[in-house]
């Protein structure tokens, strides 16, 4: 008789085990060929692919908190591949953009990542690789809906507790 696994059964448990191996691959391109970390590399992306943005748009679609975030811009803007420009009038906004060398690094590792990917989705027949691709579209609507819906507590890291 086989142990049932429920922790195996989890869709979210899967796409992270999938995440974790696959995901290793772009990592150890990014930090040990391109000397960038993963988050790094996720808002080059963001801003090769929706031109230039402030730190809270660019924040909002790379799916990062603003701290990190600015941890991440802040790393990259002295890597000189991404520009922080005021906004004439206001101090407090900046525009982000890729950089010649930022645009360099993307436009080389990209196809890297595409192949990865592409390697990856070999495992599935065109049908399947559509049929595939509707269902994460869907999950992802699905997890937006309900992540919008959700009434849970968030996590206390500002204080510490008295021991």
Aim: net charge positive; glycine share 6%.
């Amino acid at each position: 008789m086989t142990a049932h696994r429920p922790l195996d059964d989890l869709l979210l448990y899967r796409l992270s085990r999938l995440l974790s191996v696959a995901g290793s691959m772009v990592i150890r391109l990014c930090e040990g060929r391109f000397g960038i970390t993963r988050r790094e590399w996720r808002l080059l992306a963001t801003l090769a692919s929706r031109g230039e943005l402030s730190s809270s748009q660019l924040a909002e679609h790379a799916q990062l908190d603003r701290a990190r975030t600015s941890k991440a811009v802040g790393s990259l803007v002295a890597k000189r591949m991404v520009s922080r420009t005021h906004l004439a009038g206001d101090r407090r906004s900046v525009v982000l953009r890729l950089t010649e060398s930022g645009q360099a690094l993307y436009d080389e590792l990209f196809p890297l990542v595409a192949r990865i990917n592409a390697d990856l989705l070999d495992a599935l027949d065109t049908a399947e690789a559509a049929r595939f691709d509707d269902a994460l579209h869907r999950l992802q609507a699905r997890a937006e809906r309900l992540a919008g819906e959700a009434v849970l507590p968030k996590a206390d890291r500002g204080r510490r507790r008295a021991g």
